[in-house]
């Protein structure tokens, strides 16, 4: 006999009320039985849902791709691992960036190396291996730097800064047409050249074109304040020192000897008619050599960088100079020297003149080491 039938014929015997408290008896019991089910869903729903989120690593092991990638990966990504982080959870993060193929390789990895992940913001890649990723969080990846180096003019560094994965047109923006006084210099110079100081700089995703720049002539202001370098003064020092870089080698002695020569061809002891006559300042205009030499129809430019046909100092420097020749801008040697030439570019031996005579000798010397030299380079 079923449950249903024996329960019915058990209410034979009672009163028609007797009948509706046990139906209502029954009609409760089924409530809180539908009741503790739905709870129970709920409960177990909700708690399976975390559990899933919370394994996920365990799904992508089982179901996500095999493999690893190989190499130090491609585009740089920043990962910010929350303290507390276990590493399963981070290699799910690493996952999600697209740093890492799945979770199982890195896991291995970092038991392998018995790695502690430390929180923070780290600099990592797209698509490195396990390996490569382990290690990064290991020896944090350095943020890729820029060098400018001493001497370098302003289409060079731009260059640099392109080659370093700068946007071109946000390098242009930043650079042409600009003045040290549009990134808070309070200097008159015709361009940027010679403002943008020779150095390493730090690079990452959120510094732009202008942001790198204006570190740039903030370092030359630093040199100018710790030099003692007036604003009035400073194009014509910056000016002078981005010659005696160009024309001179790092021997300091030398370097204050050329200063010394060029301030006397603008004096009134000049026998050149106060022209520099540099072919570094032409050299400018068109476009340098190696050997920094000029031809008669590039001298006869009218630039007022042309200092065969300008006299005084070219209107602002043409690169940017190192400490050294700044500092030999500021203390020249003291002599009467007019002409100097460097007799052995190799070693830089460098001869002084006061005279025109003197000096033509000291330049066959030279040409005579440049024949040599040519000869033996074939």
Same mark, same amino acid.
């Given at each position: 006999?079923? =449950? ?14 007797? @009948? ?22 709920? @409960? ?9 989120? %919370?394994?996920?690593? &365990? ?17 740089? @990504?920043?990962?910010?691992? +929350? ?6 959870? *981070? ?31 780290? /600099? ?34 731009? +260059? ?10 946000? &390098?242009?923006?930043? $650079? ?6 549009? !990134? ?16 390493? !700089? ?5 510094? /732009? ?31 002078? #020192?981005?010659? $005696?870089?160009?024309?001179? =080698?790092?021997?300091?002695? $030398?370097?204050?000897? &050329? ?23 032409? %050299? !400018? ?28 100092? =070219? ?9 050294? #020749? *700044? ?13 100097? $030439? ?10 002084? %003149? ?25």
């Amino acid at each position: 006999m079923s =449950p249903i039938t024996e329960e019915f014929s058990s209410d034979e015997g009672l009163t028609r009320a007797e @009948v509706r408290a046990k139906k209502r008896r029954r009609m409760l019991r089924r409530r809180r039985t539908t009741t503790i089910v739905i709870i129970c869903i709920l @409960v177990f729903g909700i708690g399976g849902f975390f559990g899933v989120r %919370a394994a996920g690593g &365990v799904v992508d092991d089982l179901f996500g791709p095999k493999g690893d990638y190989e190499g130090q990966g491609t585009n740089e @990504v920043s990962i910010e691992i +929350a303290p507390g982080s276990s590493a399963r959870t *981070v290699a799910n993060q690493l996952v999600e960036a697209g740093v890492i193929m799945n979770s199982k390789p890195f896991l291995d990895e970092i038991e392998r190396r018995e790695a502690t992940i430390q929180a923070g913001t780290w /600099t990592m890649r797209e698509k490195m291996s396990s390996e490569a990723a382990v290690e990064a969080l290991i020896n944090p990846i350095a943020p890729p730097k820029i060098t400018v180096a001493e001497g370098k003019q302003v289409e060079e560094i731009k +260059a640099i800064m392109i080659e370093s994965g700068m946007d071109a047109d946000e &390098v242009d923006k930043a $650079v042409d047409d600009k003045t040290p006084k549009e !990134y808070g210099l309070d200097i008159e110079a015709p361009s940027l050249e010679g403002y943008l100081y020779p150095a390493t !700089y730090d690079l990452n995703k959120q510094k /732009t074109a202008e942001d790198i720049v204006q570190e740039m002539v903030d370092k030359t202001e630093t040199e100018l304040d710790e030099l003692g370098i007036e604003g009035k003064d400073a194009n014509r020092i910056l000016t002078l #020192a981005s010659l $005696v870089e160009k024309e001179s =080698p790092g021997d300091p002695e $030398v370097r204050s000897k &050329v200063a010394r020569t060029f301030l006397n061809r603008i004096s009134e002891k000049s026998k050149t008619g106060g022209l520099l006559q540099s072919d570094a300042t032409v %050299a !400018y205009i068109h476009g340098a050599r190696s050997d920094l030499t000029t031809t008669e129809e590039e001298r006869q430019s009218d630039s007022p960088y042309n200092t065969y046909k300008k006299k005084g100092l =070219p209107p602002g420097p043409i690169n940017s100079p190192s400490q050294g #020749a *700044v500092e030999a801008a500021l203390e020249p040697a003291d002599g009467d020297w007019q002409f100097f $030439v460097a007799t052995n570019p190799d070693t830089g031996e460098t001869k002084f %003149a006061d005279n025109y005579e003197d000096h033509k000798k000291n330049v066959e010397i030279y040409r005579k080491w440049l024949r040599e030299h040519r000869k033996d380079n074939g």
